[in-house]
């Protein structure tokens, strides 16, 4: 006789039905505990892997960085290093030449030296002193140059104000200027306080990005003006000379004349501007030089995709046939 609700020789399952069900139902909470804890443990174990593969590739990365720079770094040394040979080629060829026009042409001998053919690196030469030292000039001077940029009286009081607050060692803003207070204010950079470090500083000053390429007309580079490589707004903001002679110099530069002597050269411009050059001249004979006192180079090596970049700044004066280096800095871009 077959039992009641079974089959014969199978027992009753109706008290059990997630025997032979797809999804069972867990036997107990435990169970289900077990399962979430599991689950959990699974999904740490992802997150911890993902944690582990992404700070091996960022350590994959700056290692490749730290790698590209250094190679980028010696990129730059060998185009520093050729262009001074460039240089000792140009010195050693024009021995019998003044050395002052030697001298003064070296951003030229190195632009066509044979010797930076196909390098994969950038040199650039700037003559030390063709953009005005903004740690040494003086208020008026400052306001003469802003004046030949185009700005106003009120204007260049103004610029000039906020460069010697930014300069200077306190924090007491001038009549037309701006000290920590007023960087504050704004979530700028505040005041050094003290001497301009670099000319990429110079921006920072309140105003001066209204100014596209003031860092190429003010610098944190010593050096006397060379006439002959000045633009006409530097020429034009040094005591006694103005927009005249400024001019006058353009049309010598585009002619390839140079200023070997200053008193000739001022002789030869109208007597009124000839009057305000001789009122200033003893001042004007220590702030100008005919030709360059030393060249900054700027070496960039670079290195990948997106490039790393690192750079080598130098400044050279002539040591008889050759250029010695009297300062050297580097940084990243």
């Known amino acids: 006789m077959t039992p009641r609700g079974g089959t014969a020789g199978r027992p009753d399952d109706t008290r059990n039905p997630s025997r032979y069900s797809l999804f069972p139902v867990p036997y107990s909470l435990n169970d289900g505990f077990a399962l979430i804890s599991v689950l959990w443990i699974l999904v740490g174990l992802s997150a911890l892997g993902l944690a582990a ?53 070296m951003d030229r001998a190195v632009a066509e030296s044979p010797a930076l053919a196909g390098m994969d690196c950038t040199v650039h030469l700037r003559a030390a002193g063709a953009a005005l030292d903004v740690n040494a000039a003086d208020d008026e001077t400052l306001r003469r140059l802003f004046v030949a940029l185009g700005r106003s009286a009120a204007g260049a009081d103004s610029l000039a104000d906020a460069l010697a607050d930014w300069r200077d060692a306190d924090d007491a803003a001038r009549p037309f200027g701006a000290e920590a207070e007023w960087y504050r204010a704004r979530h700028l950079p505040l005041p050094r ?89 003893p001042e004007l004979v220590g702030a100008v030089v005919t030709e360059p006192e030393a060249w900054i180079v700027t070496a960039r090596g670079a290195v990948g995709v997106p490039p790393a970049i690192s750079v080598l700044e130098v400044r050279l004066v002539r040591a008889g046939d050759r250029a010695a280096i009297v300062r050297r800095r580097t940084w990243t871009e």
């Open 53 to 105: 593969n992404l700070a091996a590739r960022e350590a994959v990365a700056s290692a490749r960085n730290r790698a590209d720079l250094s190679v980028a770094a010696w990129r730059a040394e060998a185009c520093l290093e050729r262009a001074r040979a460039a240089i000792t080629d140009a010195l050693i060829a024009a021995r019998n030449e003044p050395g002052a026009a030697v001298w003064g042409r």
């Open 193 to 281: 306080n003290g001497p301009f470090a670099d000319a990429r500083e110079v921006p920072r000053v309140r105003g001066m990005d209204a100014l596209p390429g003031i860092d190429t007309i003010l610098s944190a580079e010593p050096g006397r003006v060379p006439l002959t490589h000045a633009g006409a707004a530097v020429l034009a903001s040094l005591p006694g000379l103005g927009p005249e002679a400024a001019a006058r110099m353009g049309e010598m530069r585009l002619r390839g004349d140079r200023v070997a002597d200053l008193a000739a050269f001022v002789g030869s411009l109208s007597p009124t501007a000839r009057e305000q050059a001789l009122r200033r001249f």
